[in-house]
């Protein structure tokens, strides 16, 4: 039975993965005027803005606890969505969403041997089916370097929940969000120096966009995840996530009109139970 506390953070890794799941096309479209790493960089110093005026009002973490929380931004923030930022540029917002599903395995192999149990390998494996499922009947052909390029976000995704989960300052998910953004920020700037000859002053619209991926997808959905790692191991935290690729289907109905198939509902559905079968203890 899953107790009180553990529900508790399997919802708020559930809200973030549902926040992020919009972040792919939303990503897409402002790509179109804005290059990979500057997005990174905007995000993530807005990002940073908005958190540090919450996090005044916590203590100061030590030295070496900032240092700490820097590695990590580095890894989940900078490493991370640098690859996804790519990826997406150079593939589909779909191709992203369903590639996440890939990333439980990644973390598994990562976390340990304590992670392995044969619930949860089936569990993963049936949510991979499902995303096969959903995949099978969707047009067009891949790109094989932006997809390459966001597997090895995975890496970057699953050393991050690593890290992340070794913290035992007890300080508030705030205060470590704000210096893991901080760092992660800092990394995206000195990227974006690379990309000076495309710069233009963006849309009102990407503007906009660029706004909800600071504040929700950013600030929002990592001050859940980070509350859900504390009460999850990092393979199951992750492994929750498979239910990316079926929100993002549905963001893609709501937002693009894409039609779905009955085999990417009943995939949907497959995921959904994988998610299930891998989150038990």
């Known amino acids: 039975m899953i107790t009180e506390t553990r529900g508790l953070s399997v919802a708020a890794v559930l809200a973030a993965a549902l926040i992020w799941s919009s972040s792919f096309a939303v990503t897409k479209v402002a790509l179109a005027e804005v290059p990979p790493m500057t997005l990174g960089a905007l ?3 807005l990002a940073a803005l ?12 030590s030295t070496r606890q900032r240092m700490s929380y820097a590695f990590a931004g580095l890894l989940g923030i900078t490493a991370y969505f640098a690859l996804e930022n790519a990826g997406v540029d150079l593939a589909t917002a779909s191709d992203a969403t ?13 976390s ?11 569990g993963m494996l049936v949510a991979l089916a499902g995303v096969w499922l959903v995949v099978r009947d969707q047009p067009g052909g891949h790109r094989l370097w932006g997809d390459l390029l966001l597997v090895a976000g995975g890496f970057a995704w699953a050393a991050y929940n ?16 704000y210096y893991q953004t901080l760092a992660g920020a800092g990394g995206f700037v000195v990227l974006s120096l690379t990309e000076t000859s495309r710069w233009s002053v963006p849309s009102g619209g990407t503007v906009l966009r660029i706004g ?5 997808c950013s600030v929002a959905a990592f001050l859940l995840y980070n509350h859900g790692l504390r009460g999850l191991e990092p393979s199951v935290a992750v492994n929750l996530l498979n239910v990316v690729p079926v929100a993002g289907l549905g963001w893609a109905v709501v937002l693009a009109g894409e039609r779905v198939t009955p085999w990417q509902v009943l995939g949907g559905a497959v995921v959904l ?3 299930f079968l891998g989150s038990r203890k």
């Open 212 to 216: 909800f991926l600071a504040v929700l």
């Open 50 to 61: 908005v958190l540090g005026v919450a996090a005044r009002r916590f203590p100061r973490p």
């Open 98 to 110: 369903l590639i996440v599903a890939a990333y439980p395995i990644i973390t598994l192999a990562l």
């Open 43 to 45: 995000r993530f110093v």
């Open 162 to 177: 690593v890290v992340a989960r070794r913290d035992g300052s007890g300080a508030s998910p705030i205060v470590v969000t």
């Open 112 to 122: 340990g041997r304590a992670a392995f149990s044969p619930v949860r390998l089936v």
């Open 273 to 275: 139970a994988g998610v």
